[in-house]
């Protein structure tokens, strides 16, 4: 069965770059959740998307944003790169339309910013 | 491929039971097993287990791992209504230099009163 896509799987930037990392939800998911994971630390929620729409919203940084597009995948945009910013990130994805609280993640992308 | 598979998928117990859920794994370059609890958005870390035979104790929550047969199990005694949530079990794998978290699908755990 088709899991959660991330790419890429690493990702090495300097300090104040740019990044850009995707997610390709499991077909027929429909929510898109992403979270931030730093060395030996719990997941760190930071936003989630339902239909393309903006769904919550946790402890993401202002210079970070995201959104999900029509056919459901969605990127997380970072901006003005901080050496904090070094994690792993990983998306999970459910469907809010049959009723499946469940979140199926992907493999991560490991961000280290120099 | 790398592979984690948790049983039951689901389980539905009352307050005061014991529960033991089940996490196998087949991968490559194997480094650690760690367990999650889920209640609404981001899993809460509960242990992480690299050594076989050493059971991991936080209050009612104990676990441990088998390298041997690839697995771990997670048990809940006297179990609470606080308890109901989805238990993630992801094993930590280096592939070609860096690390990637595979996780299992989880196991529903919904505790009555």
């Known amino acids: 069965a088709a899991g959660v896509i991330q790419s890429p799987r690493h990702l090495i930037k300097e300090k104040r770059e740019t990044a850009t990392l995707k997610c390709y939800p499991i077909?027929?998911?429909?929510?898109v959740y992403w979270y931030q994971q730093g060395p030996g630390q719990d997941p760190q929620f930071l936003i989630s998307?339902?239909?393309?729409?903006?769904?919550d919203k946790g402890s993401i940084p202002d210079r970070f944003s995201a959104q999900q597009f029509s056919d459901y995948h969605s990127e997380l945009n970072m901006s003005s790169l901080e050496l904090g910013d070094s994690a792993l990130y990983f998306c999970?994805?459910?469907?809010?339309?049959?009723?499946?609280?469940?979140?199926?993640f992907g493999p991560g992308t490991r961000l280290t910013v120099t | 491929e790398d592979k984690v598979v948790q049983s039951p998928l689901s389980l539905v117990v009352h307050e005061g039971d014991t529960v033991t859920l089940n996490c196998s794994y087949e991968?490559?370059?194997?480094?650690?097993l760690l367990w999650y609890k889920q209640e609404k958005k981001a899993p809460t870390f509960l242990f992480m287990l690299t050594s076989s035979g050493i059971e991991k104790k936080s209050g009612r929550l104990s676990s441990i791992l088998d390298k041997k047969e690839l697995f771990s199990i997670l048990n809940i005694t006297a179990t609470q209504t606080g308890d109901s949530a989805i238990y993630l079990c992801?094993?930590?794998?280096?592939?070609?230099?860096?690390?990637?978290?595979?996780f299992g699908k989880g196991t529903k755990l919904t505790v009555n009163p």
């Open positions: 077909p027929r998911h429909d929510t």
């Open positions: 992801a094993v930590d794998v280096t592939q070609g230099g860096s690390e990637k978290l595979v």
């Open positions: 999970a994805s459910s469907s809010y339309r049959d009723s499946r609280d469940e979140q199926y």
């Open positions: 998307f339902y239909e393309k729409m903006q769904s």
């Open positions: 991968v490559t370059n194997f480094r650690s």
